[in-house]
């Protein structure tokens, strides 16, 4: 049996490549899935951080293709489950310092452990990039209902089709919904018609993150946060099963509506 | 437009600006044709077309559109000369 290598990536930067990567992460691993993410954004490490390991790195990627360490030693085993596993990215190298053929290579080999590999790609479409999908087998686009991610998940789409890789699925991040009823955000539907691929998820904007973020406890944990909950979606999704998808709530409290009401908001 | 129209017209949401200027830049995008190539375009096919029969240059048009998941050019090029004009007009 062979797990399947899953990149999250891109394009524009700063988008929620990393909070889905640490929240799919985990979301797999409470469905009993062996998973080993990978943090490929080498120079700017997050994913250890974003998922509170941290402090037990030992060994990252670029010591397991220098020599200094073997794959095994660069997995940091997460505590919380025993399922799921970390490869961190150095923090003192650069794109160039792991070339298409290592990374394929640790992919081809994770895949005979664990059911998923989740690569979290770094923003762009440079090398950093090229190393994130070599080894895909199913790639992820994040993006934001905004034009500039909008636009750079358009270019990534034809990246991926040059490289022959199968058609990537689409997770809209940050979406405000009382934004999105009063016209002022791209809708779902919006972005689907203009990037013409599979949806595969919505993630609401919310402040769970942040609090998740700053404990390095990722909201996939927490069973009350909606956006975890749309975390857990997307990785029932990518197990096959059928979920539907979550309806956002308007978080908008009456005192906001009220004040739009009474001053009305000029273009 | 009339005083009226402008008070009337329905103003269009941003989101709505957002997806039109999307649509528009991703045409270009894809094809990797920016308005200077499709100029080029244009003049091109003027010329190559002007040799055999006459064309009407002011009216030609061509443009890149697009639907779901596809983007074609589409040229628009009204003859010139028919039997009801006893003289065509040449090309410039
Ligand atoms: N759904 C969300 N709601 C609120 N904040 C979010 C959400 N998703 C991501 N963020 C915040 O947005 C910021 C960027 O997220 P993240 O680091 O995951 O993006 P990235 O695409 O990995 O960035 P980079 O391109 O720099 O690697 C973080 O501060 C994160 O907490
Ligand atoms: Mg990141």
Redesign the pocket.
Known sequence: MTGQVIT?T?G???????????NLGIALALQGKRVVCIDA?IG?R??DI?LGLENRIVYDIVDVVEGRARLRQAMIKDKRMPELSLIPAAQTRDKTAVSPEQMLAICADLKQEVDFVLV?????IERGFQNAIVGADQVLI?T?PEVSAVRDADRIVGLLEAAEKSPARLII???RPSMVKRGDMLSVADVLEILAIQLIGI????????V??NRGQP?ALDNRSQ?GQ?FRNIAARLLGQDVPLMALKDTDGWLQRLGRFVIPRRE | MSFWDQIFRPRSTSSQVAKERLQVVLVHDRVKLSPELLETLKNEIIAVISKHVSIDQEAMEIKLTHGRGYQKLTADIPILGSRDSAAPRRPR
């Open positions: 999250i891109s524009k930067g700063g988008v929620g490549k990393t909070t889905t990567t640490a954004d700017l997050n994913l974003v979290d790609s770094p923003a762009g994040v934001t991040n940050r979406i993630v609401p904007d919310d402040e769970q993150i942040i998740a973020t909201a956006s749309a």
